[in-house]
């Protein structure tokens, strides 16, 4: 596992702009955290990050956006689903499984249906008394291209220090 604490959308912004850029295809970004915790500002940074043209937005009245860029992000938001097994008739193997990025919102409703490798982005508030409200955003890989994934963009955090 991996914490970052981040104290503006901008900063949440930058971490996911360069975990993107170290993307390769066919990963899975599950997003949980409660309502506003930053789950979308978050997929702002991996869109731009793998050069989408348009700039993501939340999906919860459509359930899907996708995007073009390096390699083609799908961006699920499942908290209106009615019930876990609705996400079927979204197609979502051809996302889940395909060659480009998937970033499910609210990830934890939809757990059975995750990939066995993904990488879990759990982000929480947080009040520091000296930087104020901010947010704490862990990072847990599951799998072994997951946890490679992560151990780069820990070292790439490491040398911007």
Same mark, same amino acid.
């Given at each position: 596992m991996y914490q970052?604490?981040?104290?503006? *959308?901008?900063? #949440?912004? =930058?971490?996911?702009? +360069?975990?993107? /850029?170290?993307l390769r295809?066919? %990963? !899975? @970004?599950?997003?949980?955290?409660?309502l506003g915790a930053g789950k979308t500002i978050f997929v702002k940074g991996l869109a731009a990050g793998l050069g989408a043209v348009e700039t993501a937005t939340s999906p919860t009245f459509t359930l899907l956006n996708l995007y073009e860029g390096r390699l083609p992000l799908a961006h699920?938001?499942?908290?209106?689903?009615? /019930?876990?097994?609705? @996400?079927?008739? !979204?197609?979502? %193997?051809e996302y889940f499984y395909g060659p480009g990025v998937t970033a499910v919102e609210w990830s934890d409703i939809i757990a059975a249906y995750l990939p066995a490798e993904?990488?879990?982005?759990? @982000? #929480?508030?947080? %009040? =520091?008394? +000296? *930087?104020g409200e901010?947010? !704490?955003? %862990?990072?847990v890989p599951y799998g072994e291209a997951m946890e490679? !994934?992560?151990k780069e963009l820990i070292e790439d955090d490491r040398s911007r220090d």
């Open positions: 970052v604490r981040s104290f503006s *959308e901008s900063a #949440t912004y =930058d971490l996911a702009f +360069r975990l993107a /850029q170290k295809g066919s %990963e !899975l @970004i599950a997003l949980e955290g409660e699920f938001d499942v908290y209106r689903l009615p /019930q876990p097994q609705a @996400i079927e008739e !979204l197609g979502y %193997e993904y990488l879990l982005v759990r @982000i #929480t508030r947080l %009040e =520091d008394p +000296r *930087e901010g947010r !704490l955003l %862990e990072f490679n !994934l992560l």
